[in-house]
């Protein structure tokens, strides 16, 4: 049996995912220090940092000259606020995939053993949670309504979508974890 998402979140606050570790097919969950390997199967936050610099500077160099291709803004204006847009990127995708993955741990599941299925929710929750942030700095930087500001951040978020799919998939294909 698993412990599924919902059950994790209502555990009290001493049992919660960062700190506790579910033993696939049981329903005990136990200490993380008692299984010293299965942090060793979590990225390092060095390995997180260099998938964050290389999915934005990628990112960047494909959406800015769209960005300002669609908008009909210069590539400065554009380029600026995708900027912008990357640092609140970065600094969500490093809280949200630590999140993500030690709530995938605690549910028995695994990074090396992620498929499509929890990819997308991933890459859908990611850019849901990114949209709450970006949509008001759109909205400002470029003179928008809030309608058009929703709207180019929805076209933004189909690109990025497609892209964190993709690009996530390669890079743990280029730098893979040990599997548990």
């Not at 979140?9 to 220090?33: T, W």
Request: glycine fraction near 6%.
């Amino acid at each position: 049996m698993f412990l599924y998402l919902g059950e994790v979140l209502r555990l009290p606050v001493h049992l919660r995912p960062n700190k506790f570790y579910k033993i696939p097919d049981s329903d005990y969950i136990q200490p993380l220090e008692k299984f010293p390997d299965v942090m060793k199967t979590l990225r390092t936050f060095r390995d997180r940092v260099r998938s964050i610099l290389l999915f934005e500077f990628i990112g960047l160099v494909l959406v800015s000259p769209l960005a300002s291709w669609i908008t009909g803004h210069g590539i400065g204006a554009t380029g600026v606020l995708v900027v912008v847009i990357s640092l609140v990127a970065m600094a969500w995708n490093g809280l949200f995939n630590y999140v993500f993955d030690r709530a995938e741990l605690a549910c028995g599941g695994h990074l090396s053993t992620r498929r499509w299925r929890i990819r997308f929710l991933h890459a859908v929750l990611f850019e849901l949670g990114l949209a709450m942030a970006t949509v008001p700095i759109i909205a400002w930087w470029l003179s928008l309504g809030w309608w058009d500001a929703i709207l180019l951040d929805i076209g933004f978020s189909a690109f990025y979508l497609l892209y964190t799919l993709i690009f996530n998939r390669i890079y743990d294909h280029m730098y893979p974890l040990p599997a548990r």
